[in-house]
């Protein structure tokens, strides 16, 4: 009898807490951000201009990641998230309709092309789709990016193994190289 009121009390408590949380994530709900379209413009803005200033910056084939000690860093081409900035500046082109920014981003993706040959990472999707696929959706020309994103898929595709015991629908794709490769396990449901 004792574990049964231990159990009804720890049933109740949870019971009442799960409560007390609920109320306070309908209160997150009705709290209005402080988001609006002004806010949204002047950061887009404001992106715009450290993006030129960026650009104007850079070397021809250097793809910025950070900065440190005062001075931007490029990791390469081949760092997992390379695609990244020429997709970011494809984004703002987007938004400013500012043919310097087509350029910018165009010149950085003569440098990024060659990963799509990338079969050592399981990344290419963050290098190639932020980059080359928001190139395509951005200016329609296919024959410039599309050959780009289906040779990089065919390299992706490399990496994929069945998985030989396993009792549910699945694929294992290798996240890393060689013996020190880490195994991912993707269950299709």
Known sequence: MKIQHYISGALMIGLGLQAISCSSQKNLTTAKLGLNKEFVKTNLEDAHKQIN????????????????DGKYVNWGSSWWCSGFYPGTVLY????????KLLNEAKRKLKHLEKEKNNKGTH??????????????????DSTAYKGVLSTGAASLATRFHEAPKLSAH????????????????LSII
């Open 170 to 185: 699945g694929m294992v794709v290798r996240t890393g190289t060689g013996n020190r490769g880490h195994i991912l396990l």
């Open 123 to 140: 990344d290419l999707g963050f290098m190639l789709y932020c980059s080359f696929g928001n190139a395509l959706r951005l200016t329609g």
């Open 92 to 99: 703002l082109y987007e938004y400013t309709k500012d043919e």
């Open 53 to 68: 200033y960026l650009a104007s910056s850079i070397q021809e084939s250097d793809i910025p990641t950070t900065f440190k």
